[in-house]
């Protein structure tokens, strides 16, 4: 079936990166993608990768995908105070439903 | 305003309640979405929409029943709400099928059933 992973809890000093790391199952998804959680609000997408790259970046952020070992990661750079978060890793899936199916998310913790 | 606004943002209820959480977008988009969040287990879907007429269950869907009222109206009702249903809600939206399947998410529900 369908299984996203990712660690729970991760803990940087500011102006250090971030590396927040994601498995999954389903080869088959298309899209992968990134969303972030502040505290008491929605998700909003920060990044995503179409399944045939392997590389990504925008601004602080890199995505790396090795489709090899289904493994994805997001590294922000220079992190800031403001990047604390929950970060939330997800897949397409197979289907053609628009559906995602998420990790459990990885709070990121950044301290001065 | 918000592309994606669910109400109310807050409630608590008490076992056995029925209970309604509204879901309206702005996006123009076909498919809806409801997930639930609670801590250490991600998002998991709940039910799922491709228009008015199209109703699909998620992968936990027992406990709830949804109603699309219109392509702008989603909305997610616990029959009779138990405490193990206390959780964060959310209502998204996407484009869907076949291309970038970004998910625009509303505010999110906080739910307490005592």
């Known amino acids: 079936g369908e299984d996203v992973e990712q660690s729970l809890f991760l803990s940087v000093r500011e102006g250090d990166s971030s590396v927040i790391n994601c498995t999954y199952t389903?080869?088959?998804?298309?899209?992968l993608y990134w969303y972030k959680q502040e505290p008491g609000a929605g998700l909003q997408l920060l990044t995503y990768i179409f399944s045939n790259m392997d590389m990504k970046q925008d601004q602080r952020l890199t995505v790396l995908l090795n489709k090899k070992d289904k493994h994805l990661s997001l590294r922000i750079a220079d992190t800031q105070t403001g990047d604390s978060a929950i970060y939330f890793c997800?897949?397409?899936?197979?289907?053609?439903?628009?559906?995602?199916?998420f990790g459990q998310g990885t709070t990121l913790q950044v301290k001065p | 305003d918000a592309d994606v606004t669910q109400t109310p943002r807050n409630r608590i209820t008490k076992t056995g309640k029925r209970i309604m959480l509204e879901c309206s977008q702005t996006k123009g988009h076909d498919r809806m979405y409801w997930y639930r969040q609670d801590p250490g287990l991600g998002l998991r879907l709940i039910y799922y929409?491709?228009?008015?007429?199209?109703?699909n269950k998620g992968e936990i869907s027992d406990g709830y029943s949804v109603s699309r009222q219109a392509q702008a109206k989603f909305s997610l009702s616990l029959e009779s709400a138990i405490p193990n249903q206390t959780a964060l809600y959310f209502c998204?939206?996407?484009?869907?099928?076949?291309?970038?399947?970004?998910?625009?998410f509303g505010q999110g529900t906080r739910l307490t059933v005592v």
């Open positions: 998204a939206t996407s484009e869907g099928g076949g291309r970038n399947t970004e998910a625009f």
């Open positions: 389903d080869s088959s998804s298309t899209y």
């Open positions: 997800a897949e397409s899936g197979s289907s053609n439903t628009g559906k995602l199916i």
């Open positions: 929409s491709f228009d008015v007429k199209d109703i």
